[in-house]
Every structure is written in C-alpha cells, then in structure tokens.
C-alpha cells in the first residue's frame, strides 16, 4: 500500500516523520509525496497519528 500526502502538507508531514520512531519503521518514503507502507503496520494507528496533526493523506 501507498500513503500519499498533500504537497500543502508535506512539510509539516516530515516533521512528524521525523520525530515519530513507529513511522519510521512503518512508513519509508517512495517518492516527494509518497510513502510505502510495510504490510506489518497497523493503519488504525498511523491513521490516529496522522487525524492527531490534521494530516490530509490519502492510501491506496
């Protein structure tokens, strides 16, 4: 699966990344706006994490 956010977002998006060590494990960057998700991950969780900071994201 793939995590997709707003390019508006991105930089607040990164900060979160960075400060966040179950992101880091769960979610490694694909592309500028894009992530890859590990199938191990728990979305209910990085969903939580993401609605926390008002992170428009999108998973396809």
């Keep these: ?3 997709y ?3 508006l977002i991105i930089f607040k998006f990164q900060k979160i990344y960075d ?7 769960m979610i490694k ?3 500028a706006t ?3 998700i590990e199938y191990e ?3 209910s969780e990085v969903r939580r994490i993401l609605t926390a900071n008002n ?3 999108r998973v396809k």
Excluded at 20 to 25: A, I, P, R, W
């Design 29 to 31: 960057p694909d592309s």
């Design 5 to 7: 956010i707003s390019p």
């Design 55 to 57: 992170i428009k994201y």
């Design 19 to 25: 400060e966040s060590e179950y992101l880091q494990k």
């Design 41 to 43: 991950c728990d979305m």
């Design 34 to 36: 894009s992530w890859h």
């Design 1 to 3: 699966m793939k995590l």
